[in-house]
Protein backbone atom coordinates (compact mmCIF):
# COMPACT_ATOMS: atom_id res chain seq x y z
CA UNK A 1 0.00 0.00 0.00
CA UNK A 2 1.37 3.58 -0.97
CA UNK A 3 1.32 6.34 1.74
CA UNK A 4 -1.41 8.19 -0.54
CA UNK A 5 -3.91 4.64 0.25
CA UNK A 6 -2.65 5.04 4.12
CA UNK A 7 -4.19 8.44 4.62
CA UNK A 8 -7.82 8.33 6.87
CA UNK A 9 -9.57 11.17 4.51
CA UNK A 10 -12.27 11.59 7.26
CA UNK A 11 -9.40 12.47 9.66
CA UNK A 12 -7.42 15.19 6.96
CA UNK A 13 -6.18 18.53 8.54
CA UNK A 14 -8.99 21.39 7.07
CA UNK A 15 -6.05 24.00 6.52
CA UNK A 16 -2.05 23.05 6.03
CA UNK A 17 0.39 25.66 6.48
CA UNK A 18 4.01 25.09 5.05
CA UNK A 19 7.23 27.03 4.97
CA UNK A 20 9.01 26.29 2.27
CA UNK A 21 12.55 26.74 3.41
CA UNK A 22 16.23 25.09 2.04
CA UNK A 23 16.18 26.96 -1.40
CA UNK A 24 19.41 28.78 -1.18
CA UNK A 25 21.34 25.54 0.96
CA UNK A 26 19.98 23.27 -2.11
CA UNK A 27 21.48 26.03 -4.73
CA UNK A 28 24.49 25.84 -2.67
CA UNK A 29 24.96 22.15 -2.35
CA UNK A 30 24.36 21.93 -6.51
CA UNK A 31 26.87 24.75 -7.19
CA UNK A 32 24.28 27.53 -8.20
CA UNK A 33 23.29 31.05 -7.04
CA UNK A 34 20.29 31.37 -4.50
CA UNK A 35 17.72 31.52 -7.80
CA UNK A 36 18.10 28.84 -8.79
CA UNK A 37 16.79 27.36 -5.93
CA UNK A 38 14.04 29.48 -5.49
CA UNK A 39 13.37 28.65 -9.66
CA UNK A 40 13.55 25.28 -8.95
CA UNK A 41 11.13 25.54 -5.68
CA UNK A 42 8.07 26.30 -7.78
CA UNK A 43 8.02 22.53 -8.77
CA UNK A 44 8.03 21.70 -5.29
CA UNK A 45 4.26 24.37 -5.03
CA UNK A 46 3.27 22.73 -7.17
CA UNK A 47 3.18 19.30 -6.65
CA UNK A 48 2.14 20.07 -2.70
CA UNK A 49 -0.72 21.97 -4.05
CA UNK A 50 -2.57 19.49 -6.56
CA UNK A 51 -1.78 17.12 -3.82
CA UNK A 52 -3.44 18.81 -1.14
CA UNK A 53 -6.27 19.94 -3.98
CA UNK A 54 -6.41 15.84 -4.76
CA UNK A 55 -6.79 14.81 -1.12
CA UNK A 56 -9.58 17.22 -0.05
CA UNK A 57 -7.80 19.80 2.11
CA UNK A 58 -9.68 22.81 2.11
CA UNK A 59 -6.56 25.33 2.22
CA UNK A 60 -2.87 25.21 1.93
CA UNK A 61 -1.17 28.36 3.36
CA UNK A 62 2.48 29.06 1.83
CA UNK A 63 4.59 31.34 3.45
CA UNK A 64 6.22 32.66 -0.35
CA UNK A 65 8.19 36.28 1.30
CA UNK A 66 8.52 37.08 4.55
CA UNK A 67 8.86 41.00 5.71
CA UNK A 68 12.14 40.64 6.60
CA UNK A 69 13.17 38.83 3.20
CA UNK A 70 13.82 42.53 1.93
CA UNK A 71 16.82 42.62 3.54
CA UNK A 72 18.73 40.05 1.49
CA UNK A 73 20.72 40.78 -1.09
CA UNK A 74 18.54 43.41 -3.94
CA UNK A 75 19.43 40.84 -6.61
CA UNK A 76 18.00 37.85 -4.81
CA UNK A 77 15.12 39.76 -3.85
CA UNK A 78 14.27 41.52 -7.43
CA UNK A 79 14.79 38.13 -9.06
CA UNK A 80 12.13 36.77 -6.65
CA UNK A 81 10.18 39.49 -7.49
CA UNK A 82 9.93 38.28 -11.12
CA UNK A 83 9.64 34.81 -10.63
CA UNK A 84 6.58 35.54 -8.81
CA UNK A 85 5.00 37.52 -11.80
CA UNK A 86 6.34 34.50 -13.89
CA UNK A 87 4.97 31.94 -11.71
CA UNK A 88 1.40 33.87 -11.28
CA UNK A 89 0.79 34.62 -14.59
CA UNK A 90 2.18 30.50 -15.94
CA UNK A 91 0.08 29.08 -13.21
CA UNK A 92 -3.19 30.26 -13.22
CA UNK A 93 -4.51 28.22 -16.04
CA UNK A 94 -3.46 25.28 -13.71
CA UNK A 95 -5.48 27.16 -10.53
CA UNK A 96 -8.49 27.11 -12.75
CA UNK A 97 -8.01 23.80 -14.57
CA UNK A 98 -7.71 22.14 -11.07
CA UNK A 99 -10.88 24.33 -9.61
CA UNK A 100 -7.78 25.94 -7.23
CA UNK A 101 -8.48 29.70 -5.58
CA UNK A 102 -6.20 32.02 -4.66
CA UNK A 103 -5.99 34.33 -1.72
CA UNK A 104 -3.31 36.08 -0.76
CA UNK A 105 -2.26 37.69 3.00
CA UNK A 106 0.59 39.79 4.09
CA UNK A 107 1.50 43.69 3.58
CA UNK A 108 0.78 43.32 -0.58
CA UNK A 109 0.34 46.69 -1.02
CA UNK A 110 4.09 47.43 -0.48
CA UNK A 111 5.03 44.75 -3.06
CA UNK A 112 6.28 46.40 -7.10
CA UNK A 113 4.08 47.42 -9.21
CA UNK A 114 4.15 44.56 -11.57
CA UNK A 115 4.21 41.84 -8.25
CA UNK A 116 1.22 43.18 -7.08
CA UNK A 117 -0.90 43.42 -9.96
CA UNK A 118 0.05 39.58 -11.55
CA UNK A 119 -0.87 38.79 -7.87
CA UNK A 120 -4.47 41.07 -7.76
CA UNK A 121 -5.00 39.33 -11.29
CA UNK A 122 -4.68 35.91 -9.86
CA UNK A 123 -6.90 36.36 -7.30
CA UNK A 124 -9.58 38.01 -9.25
CA UNK A 125 -9.26 35.26 -11.85
CA UNK A 126 -9.22 32.12 -9.52
CA UNK A 127 -12.38 33.98 -7.10
CA UNK A 128 -15.01 31.85 -8.69
CA UNK A 129 -13.16 28.25 -7.74
CA UNK A 130 -13.89 25.79 -5.18
CA UNK A 131 -11.79 22.71 -4.67
CA UNK A 132 -9.54 24.20 -2.33
CA UNK A 133 -8.04 27.99 -1.62
CA UNK A 134 -4.31 28.36 -1.93
CA UNK A 135 -2.81 31.03 0.18
CA UNK A 136 0.13 32.78 -0.34
CA UNK A 137 2.12 35.11 2.56
CA UNK A 138 3.47 37.65 0.79
CA UNK A 139 5.63 40.58 2.44
CA UNK A 140 3.63 38.98 5.70
CA UNK A 141 4.58 39.14 9.56
CA UNK A 142 2.93 37.57 12.13
CA UNK A 143 3.68 40.50 14.42
CA UNK A 144 2.97 43.11 11.98
CA UNK A 145 -0.35 40.86 11.78
CA UNK A 146 -0.95 41.20 15.39
CA UNK A 147 -0.25 45.07 15.27
CA UNK A 148 -2.69 45.91 12.45
CA UNK A 149 -4.99 43.94 14.33
CA UNK A 150 -4.60 46.08 17.60
CA UNK A 151 -4.68 49.04 15.28
CA UNK A 152 -7.89 48.27 14.10
CA UNK A 153 -9.76 46.95 17.19
CA UNK A 154 -8.20 50.40 19.07
CA UNK A 155 -9.75 52.67 16.00
CA UNK A 156 -13.12 50.83 16.57
CA UNK A 157 -12.81 51.26 20.46
CA UNK A 158 -11.93 55.41 19.81
CA UNK A 159 -14.58 55.49 17.02
CA UNK A 160 -17.32 53.93 19.60
CA UNK A 161 -17.94 50.96 17.49
CA UNK A 162 -16.61 48.66 20.29
CA UNK A 163 -16.42 48.82 23.61
CA UNK A 164 -13.03 47.57 25.46
CA UNK A 165 -15.03 44.84 27.18
CA UNK A 166 -16.44 42.82 23.81
CA UNK A 167 -12.40 42.69 23.42
CA UNK A 168 -12.09 39.15 23.10
CA UNK A 169 -10.66 35.90 21.01
CA UNK A 170 -13.39 36.01 18.50
CA UNK A 171 -13.00 39.80 18.05
CA UNK A 172 -9.37 40.24 17.89
CA UNK A 173 -9.08 36.46 15.24
CA UNK A 174 -12.15 38.85 13.30
CA UNK A 175 -9.54 41.53 12.84
CA UNK A 176 -6.66 39.33 11.48
CA UNK A 177 -5.86 38.38 7.55
CA UNK A 178 -6.86 35.28 8.20
CA UNK A 179 -10.21 36.49 9.43
CA UNK A 180 -11.96 34.02 6.66
CA UNK A 181 -9.75 31.03 7.16
CA UNK A 182 -9.94 28.29 9.78
CA UNK A 183 -6.45 27.50 11.71
CA UNK A 184 -4.29 25.71 10.40
CA UNK A 185 -3.77 21.80 12.16
CA UNK A 186 -0.84 20.90 10.72
CA UNK A 187 2.16 23.02 10.24
CA UNK A 188 5.16 22.09 7.71
CA UNK A 189 8.70 23.63 7.65
CA UNK A 190 11.16 22.01 5.48
CA UNK A 191 15.00 22.11 5.11
CA UNK A 192 15.57 20.89 9.12
CA UNK A 193 14.93 24.49 10.84
CA UNK A 194 12.62 24.18 14.11
CA UNK A 195 11.34 27.59 14.28
CA UNK A 196 8.20 29.18 13.41
CA UNK A 197 9.53 32.63 11.67
CA UNK A 198 7.70 34.99 12.48
CA UNK A 199 4.40 32.90 10.62
CA UNK A 200 0.82 33.15 11.90
CA UNK A 201 1.68 33.37 15.12
CA UNK A 202 -1.60 33.63 16.52
CA UNK A 203 -3.08 30.87 14.06
CA UNK A 204 -0.44 28.31 15.10
CA UNK A 205 -1.52 28.66 18.59
CA UNK A 206 -2.81 24.43 18.65
CA UNK A 207 -1.28 23.45 15.70
CA UNK A 208 0.70 20.12 15.02
CA UNK A 209 4.39 21.11 13.85
CA UNK A 210 6.19 18.78 11.07
CA UNK A 211 9.72 19.32 10.36
CA UNK A 212 11.47 17.38 7.74
CA UNK A 213 15.07 17.51 6.65
CA UNK A 214 14.36 17.60 3.04
CA UNK A 215 15.33 21.22 1.38
CA UNK A 216 11.93 22.47 -0.37
CA UNK A 217 13.25 22.25 -4.18
CA UNK A 218 12.77 18.23 -3.27
CA UNK A 219 9.65 17.93 -1.30
CA UNK A 220 7.76 15.95 -2.96
CA UNK A 221 3.76 14.75 -3.09
CA UNK A 222 4.86 11.84 -0.93
CA UNK A 223 6.58 14.08 1.49
CA UNK A 224 3.47 15.75 2.09
CA UNK A 225 1.57 12.19 2.73
CA UNK A 226 4.62 11.69 5.26
CA UNK A 227 3.81 14.64 6.87
CA UNK A 228 -0.20 14.44 6.98
CA UNK A 229 0.08 10.43 8.78
CA UNK A 230 2.66 11.85 10.64
CA UNK A 231 -0.13 14.33 12.03
CA UNK A 232 -3.11 11.59 11.99
CA UNK A 233 -0.62 9.33 14.25
CA UNK A 234 -0.98 12.35 16.84
CA UNK A 235 -3.55 13.14 19.76
CA UNK A 236 -5.13 16.19 19.66
CA UNK A 237 -6.26 16.98 23.23
CA UNK A 238 -6.35 20.74 23.21
CA UNK A 239 -5.93 20.63 27.13
CA UNK A 240 -7.96 17.95 27.98
CA UNK A 241 -6.68 14.37 28.94
CA UNK A 242 -6.48 10.92 26.85
CA UNK A 243 -9.84 9.94 28.49
CA UNK A 244 -11.45 12.92 27.37
CA UNK A 245 -10.86 13.35 24.02
Do not use: C
Amino acid sequence: MDLKDQINIEKLPRHIAVIMDGNGRWAKDHGQPRVFGHRNGVKAVRETTEAAAELGVEYLTLYAFSTENWSRPRLEVNALMSLLVETLRKEIETLNKNNIRLQAIGDISKLPKRTHKALLEGIENTKNNSRMTLVLALNYSAKWEIVEASRQLAEKVKLGQLSVDEINEEAFAGALSTKNIPDPELLIRSSGETRLSNFLLWQLAYSELYFTPIYWPDFRKNNLYEAILDYQSRERRFGKTSDQV
